[in-house]
Structures are given as structure tokens and as C-alpha cells.
Nanobody
């Protein structure tokens, strides 16, 4: 049974930083591309970052480029999201997910396993 547990969320002032973690179990972690998504109240879940299993290549939408960094530690079955220069618009629940279907890394439908999410709140 695949389980993903996110941690590291919290309240931070605009301009600050947070590091999210996602611990995975029940799968051969090193063989899966991992993604981070977020969902703000009243909005659809949106892609934040992904890191491939094979080369460790990383991908970000324009909203995250230069501010967010995704990384993974296959020895610890953990994926991280370092978030710097946080903005009010970054306030959301952040989810990690396992890509289990071929296709776009930014499409939620290509991810079959999701964590419960961790709340990130950015204040002014």
C-alpha cells in the first residue's frame, strides 16, 4: 500500500522560506517520478514541481521557477520542496504525488497516489 506523508508546512511571512518533505512508503521510490501540487481555496489543484526518477531532471511552472527547488533522496524515500521568496499567492495546501501514468508531468490525472497535504500560509 502506497503512503505519502507530507510535512513542513506552516505560517511564514512574505519573502520567507519553507522546506516541505514527503516521505513515501509501499513503493520502489527510486523508480518513480515525483511531483508537488498545490490547491488554494476555490481553485483547482495546480502543478508546482516534478523530479524524474531516471535522471533527476526537474520541472517547474513559471510561477515557481527561480523560487522553488524540488529534490529527492532515494535512500530516504523522500522528496523535498524548498520554497524561497514566498508570496501571498503561494498560500495553499501542498500535496506530493507519485506519477504512475505516462504523459505530462503537470497533469494531475497522471498521478495515482497522493499525500494528505500540508498547509502553507504566507502572511503579509
Amino acid at each position: 500500500q502506497v503512503q505519502l506523508v507530507e510535512s513542513g508546512g506552516g505560517l511564514v511571512q512574505a519573502g520567507g522560506s519553507l522546506r516541505l518533505s514527503c516521505a513515501a512508503s509501499g513503493l520502489t521510490f527510486r523508480r518513480y517520478t515525483m511531483g508537488w501540487f498545490r490547491q488554494a481555496p476555490g481553485k483547482e489543484r495546480e502543478f508546482v514541481a516534478a523530479i524524474t526518477w531516471s535522471t533527476g531532471s526537474t520541472y517547474y511552472p513559471d510561477s515557481a521557477k527561480g523560487r522553488f527547488t524540488i529534490s529527492r533522496d532515494n535512500g530516504k524515500n523522500t522528496v523535498y520542496l524548498q520554497m524561497d521568496s514566498l508570496k501571498l499567492d503561494d498560500t495553499a495546501i501542498y500535496y506530493c504525488a507519485v506519477q504512475n501514468r505516462l504523459g505530462s508531468l503537470s497533469a494531475t490525472g497522471n498521478y495515482d497516489y497522493w499525500g494528505q497535504g500540508t498547509q502553507v500560509t504566507v502572511s503579509s
